[in-house]
């Protein structure tokens, strides 16, 4: 598609409770990112795919979280559990390559609210 | 470890003046420096990077940024401010050794006052 598309782009749910977020990215982008971002806080490194694989995922809290790419395309950020300190916004990135340069531009979706009550 | 470091929450501004917003960072090897932009309810947009090259680089909507290593700074700047500049500003860094993360500020709040 044309940019990263984020789906629900809010979603309110009760403590423990299992919640799903979806990214699209860019299509040929082989990178993928998750990132969190709290109230008033610069985003925060979740976990990042190179193609259908997480070459890093030292950013994830606990194992409560969780993220697939199954086919290398579309990610999905798996939250089980869920508490009220997971309530913030959930961004996606991808990039055309995730090579050793790490001069790629990332570019994020609208990312998708989550509140926990 | 990468780290930044954005000392000012919120920068104020009258329009038409020059605005700078100051970033620092720490990393093991070279710095690749990126600079964000997020209006209200919309994603982060990309301003400008840094790689190698000329100190200064320039960007989108007349962004520029400084790079200094001696400071280990990258400090964002523009020549005249506008109202529409209004929004949060994320500096970030990735090292140069292969590590993909990238690592951002808590971001600087830029208000311009017409």
């Known amino acids: 598609g044309a940019g990263v598309s984020q789906t629900p782009s809010n979603k309110v749910t009760e403590k423990g409770k299992y919640v799903e977020l979806r990214c699209d990215p860019i299509?040929?982008?082989?990178?993928l990112y998750w990132y969190r971002q709290s109230l008033g806080q610069g985003p925060e490194f979740l976990i990042y795919?190179?193609?259908?694989?997480?070459?890093?995922d030292s950013g994830l809290p606990n194992d409560r979280f969780f993220a697939v790419r199954p086919e290398g395309s579309v990610s999905t950020l798996k939250i089980q559990r869920t508490e009220r300190g997971d309530s913030a916004v959930y961004l996606c990135?991808?990039?055309?390559?995730?090579?050793?340069?790490?001069?790629?531009?990332?570019?994020f979706g609208a990312g998708s609210r989550l509140t926990v009550l | 470890a990468q780290s930044v470091a954005q000392p000012e929450d919120q920068v104020n501004v009258a329009e038409g003046n020059p605005l700078t917003v100051k970033c620092t960072y720490s990393?093991?090897?070279?710095?690749?420096l990126f600079w964000y932009v997020q209006y209200p309810n919309r994603g982060l947009q990309f301003l400008l990077k840094?790689?190698?090259?000329?100190?200064l680089v320039k960007g989108s909507y007349g962004f520029e940024a400084e790079f200094n290593k001696s400071q280990t700074s990258f400090h964002l700047k523009k020549p005249s401010a506008l109202v529409s500049d209004s929004a949060l500003y994320f500096c970030?860094?990735?090292?140069?050794?292969?590590?993909?993360?990238?690592?951002f500020g808590t971001g600087t709040r830029l208000l311009v006052s017409p």
């Open positions: 990135a991808s990039s055309p390559q995730g090579q050793v340069s790490g001069a790629n531009v990332l570019t």
């Open positions: 299509s040929g982008h082989t990178a």
């Open positions: 795919f190179q193609g259908t694989g997480a070459a890093d």
């Open positions: 970030a860094v990735r090292d140069d050794r292969g590590f993909q993360k990238l690592v």
């Open positions: 990393v093991s090897g070279n710095p690749y």
């Open positions: 840094y790689i190698t090259g000329d100190n």
